[in-house]
């Protein structure tokens, strides 16, 4: 009796344990691609033309979107189909069981870690957009400029992530191969520059 409760407390601290440790790996790499990010987006968008700096928006909230599908995709994915196809040694099969079963930290990165930055950046470069049109005198009231543009990056990232999210859920063990299978592709090739 006295040793399983041994084990329940053991099993309690490795696990908080890890989860503390999640958390300060999730908040370094949050602030490490945030400040990444925008560092690039504050040198650039102020810099180019009002075209360019719509398509690094649109870049933005694709990037958002895609993460979240892929953080979707993770947690609704069935990681039976897997196992067989990592008996037959098929390449991706692995990683993809590797993801499946680390689903909720996987999610949190992609929906909360990476949405979340697309989030806050695309408001961000929205807000740059907007100074550029109202100078170059697109539109005389400002109100209505930063009303409506606000209103669309909104719409189009809110839009995307749902049509991203039914897509997700329907093709959730396909999206997770391609995943993987892209994950050992570019570790197969690092691993072949380093012996080099």
Known sequence: MGKNKKIKL?????????NYKW????????????FSINLITETIIPNVNIYTAILILVLIIATGVFFDILGVA???ADETPFHSL???KVKGAKTAVALIRSADRVSNFCNDVIGDIAGIISGGTGAVIIAKL???GFMLNKTIIAISFSSIIAAITIGGKALGKNFAISQANNIVFRIAYLIETLSNIKNIIQKR
């Open 10 to 18: 053991y099993v309690k601290k490795s696990s908080s344990i890890n």
């Open 134 to 136: 109202i100078i170059n």
């Open 23 to 34: 958390l300060l790996i999730i908040i370094f790499w949050t602030l490490i691609i945030s």
């Open 74 to 76: 993770v947690t609704a």
């Open 86 to 88: 990592a008996s037959r």
